[in-house]
Structure formats: C-alpha cells, structure tokens
C-alpha cells in the first residue's frame, strides 16, 4: 500500500465532566507514548511515531509502532457527561506502507480503543 491508511474515527459519550475526561486522555496518550502538542478545554492532539526513524530504520527495525500518526480527541460537556470523539490519522506522508498497512490500522485502532477503555470504562465491563 502506497497512500495514506484511512483515518479511524469512534464518538462515544464518557460519564464524566469534559475537564475529567480531558485530563484522563492527556494521562492516557502520555502512557502510551504520546507527545501532547495540543491541550485545550474542547480538543487534545498527540503525536506519536517519527517519520525519520520510520524512514531510516523501518518497522522491521523500529515497529510498527515508529509509524508517524495523529491522535486527535475532542470534547462537548453534555449534562454530567461528555462526549467524546477520537480521530487517529496516518501521518507517514510519501512513502511506501507495504507489509505494515493492517499492522498499522490495528495500532491506530488500538490508540482509539485505549481512550474508550479509559473514558467509558461501564461500556468495557
């Protein structure tokens, strides 16, 4: 696969108030690896991957997990709950994503299931 992989997008309501919600997904995208670039009252962006090592090394050698994404997380308090909606987005650029393209929608997949697990831990048991 050559292009970009198809961002992930997932909207679920959270039983918390917007601020609540917004600093668990600050904590969970810095566990995870994430460099925050953005932390505002209604939208969260964090980077994850690097390109140069994506590039020079590739993921047989770095992982998948070295693929350059964006996570983007915004907020909208409705009532005593927030929801939530998540967009994971590709952000490798030019370039050739053969043998990683399904590992890496899983990987975008996870980071997005890894915040609904966080915010809306009644929906996971």
Do not use: C, Y
């Not at 962006?45 to 998948?64: N, Q, Y």
């Amino acid at each position: 696969m050559f292009g970009a992989i198809d961002p992930v997008a997932l909207k679920f309501d959270a039983p918390m108030s917007a601020s609540e919600a917004r600093a668990k997904t600050v904590s969970v995208l810095s566990e995870r690896a994430g460099r925050i670039k953005v932390d505002e009252d209604k939208i969260v962006i964090a980077r994850f991957g690097a390109s140069w090592k994506a590039r020079l090394f590739g993921t047989v050698l770095a992982g998948v997990q070295s693929m350059p994404r964006e996570v983007k997380v915004e907020f909208q308090q409705t009532g005593l709950q927030t929801s939530v909606s998540v967009s994971v987005r590709d952000t490798f650029g030019f370039g050739s994503r053969l043998g990683v393209a399904n590992k890496l929608r899983e990987l975008m997949h996870e980071d997005a299931m890894a915040l609904k697990r966080a915010l809306s831990p009644l929906e996971h048991g």
